[in-house]
């Protein structure tokens, strides 16, 4: 309503002359059924200049039922040469009404919400000093700025660009952000750099802050928890007999924002499971080959290859990958490495170059998804590519006797001389292993030289 061109009435005079104004009326009942809805649009000229304007518009909804957008946009348009103002009226967006030629306004306008009883019913007043009232529920309202002051800062209502002005975070044990967090309280949190756009934005932007970087993710910690891991448990209440299950122990972070209007909005993380245990290596074995690739070796008869294999697990969050390298005992310098899927349980590197009774050392490094890490070393292999040298060796036969003695469980000692006899002379030989491994086959050593030894006598 602009009252700067009404009159002004004395105590004893009423005021006829009305001001330029402009509204609408929502009415909450029907007129003519109890299906139909009618808004009025109308608007009114100073002193009565003009008749007044007015546009009935059925609404296809109940106005008392839920909450509704209304819109008052005010337009000019060009007609034959001249300026004409209008006003559009929408509700939730949809244009409902359009009036032209309505008076102009000047900046002494205000804005003001009535509410009127149905049909203006008054009803009667038994208690004069507690009146019977009518309410109606406004939720957001939202009032064109002029450039020259484009903040409300101070101001009872805010726009809907108000920025963020408070950042909060809790954990809780359940997704449904209804919930109340009932593992840790709502913690205040840093608020994004803010970038210095408009004239508005001075109270509190950051010139350090790029202008075009938009969307930002914003880190953050929650301290001072006392959260349980995931475990394995025994349970034995359905079939008496002990069973291992999966006690995930989820838990679920809350982010809660809220701008200058008030509005809050809150949103969940997915589910965390808590890991404190590292992968686990029960076997990292280095092997030959030459000669197996599931046999443990000490030894390897090949200064091109290198190859190991594992058995690694992690029951709570899972291993991510392994990270392998070999160096040489001697150096420590890393020959080869590389990375390997969860799924791999081995290694062979091939074209590799190694130096003769060079000891070279597996190591395996095993990560699962909390990021937790464990590091295995194999117990080093060495490479010998050398025969035996039996050039001045000669053969007999062997007593019956010696052979049981040779094969005595009994025989313990590290160096061991075997000698056989025959006609024609006897033959010594010494070796670094009991002679009954040859036999028994029970060392991965002995058997690698046991294989060697044979083949240089074939």
């Not at 507690?130 to 309410?135: H, L, R, V």
């Not at 805010?158 to 709502?186: G, K, M, R, W």
Request: net charge negative.
């Amino acid at each position: 309503t602009d009252s700067s061109n009404s009159l002004t009435a004395s105590p004893d005079k009423k005021l006829t002359t009305a001001s330029a104004s402009l509204g609408f009326h929502v009415y909450a009942d029907s007129f003519f059924n109890d299906d139909v809805y009618y808004l009025a649009f109308w608007c009114r000229y100073a002193k009565d200049e003009d008749s007044p304007k007015i546009q009935w518009i059925e609404l296809d909804f109940d106005p008392t039922i839920d909450y509704h957008r209304y819109t008052l946009k005010f337009l000019t348009q060009q007609a034959e040469g001249d300026t004409d103002p209008l006003a559009e009226l929408r509700v939730d967006g949809s244009l409902r009404g359009v009036l032209t030629g309505i008076p102009t306004l000047s900046f002494g306008t205000k804005f003001s919400l009535g509410v009127r009883t149905r049909f203006g019913y008054v009803p009667p007043l038994p208690d004069p000093f507690n009146p019977i009232s009518a309410y109606a529920y406004v939720s957001h309202i939202q009032l064109p700025t002029a450039d020259a002051r484009a903040c409300h800062y101070g101001k009872p209502f805010y726009d809907f660009e108000s920025h963020v002005i408070s950042l909060e975070a809790c954990v809780s044990s359940a997704p449904d952000t209804d919930n109340d967090c009932d593992v840790s309280s709502y913690t205040p949190l840093p608020l994004p750099c803010r970038p210095c756009l408009d004239a508005c934005d001075a109270y509190d932007c950051s010139a350090d802050c790029a202008s075009d970087s938009g969307l930002r993710v914003q880190p953050f910690t929650i301290g001072s928890l006392a959260l349980s891991p995931g475990s394995f448990e025994l349970n034995d209440r359905d079939s008496g007999a002990p069973t291992r299950y999966f006690d995930p122990s989820t838990y679920y972070v809350h982010v809660r924002i809220r701008n200058g209007a008030g509005a809050t909005s809150v949103s969940a993380s997915s589910g965390v499971v808590i890991d404190t245990t590292p992968p686990v290596c029960t076997e990292v074995h280095q092997v030959d080959e030459s000669w197996s690739l599931t046999e443990p070796a000490l030894f390897q008869g090949t200064d091109k290859t290198l190859a190991a294999f594992w058995e690694c697990t992690d029951s709570i969050s899972g291993i991510v990958n392994f990270k392998w390298s070999v160096v040489r005992n001697s150096t420590n310098k890393i020959v080869v490495q590389g990375v390997l899927p969860s799924t791999e349980k081995s290694v062979l590197a091939r074209n590799v170059t190694l130096r003769q009774k060079g000891v070279y050392v597996f190591i395996l490094a095993s990560e699962n998804a909390a990021n937790l890490k464990s590091t295995w070393t194999g117990a080093g292999i060495t490479v010998d590519t050398e025969t035996p040298d039996l050039r001045n060796a000669t053969f007999g036969v062997l007593p019956s006797s010696d052979v049981t003695a040779v094969n005595s469980p009994t025989v313990t000692t590290r160096t061991h001389k075997t000698t056989k006899s025959d006609l024609s002379g006897t033959v010594s030989m010494t070796t670094t292993l009991p002679p009954s491994t040859c036999l028994s086959g029970s060392l991965p050593t002995a058997k690698t030289f046991c294989r060697r030894f044979k083949s240089a006598m074939a």
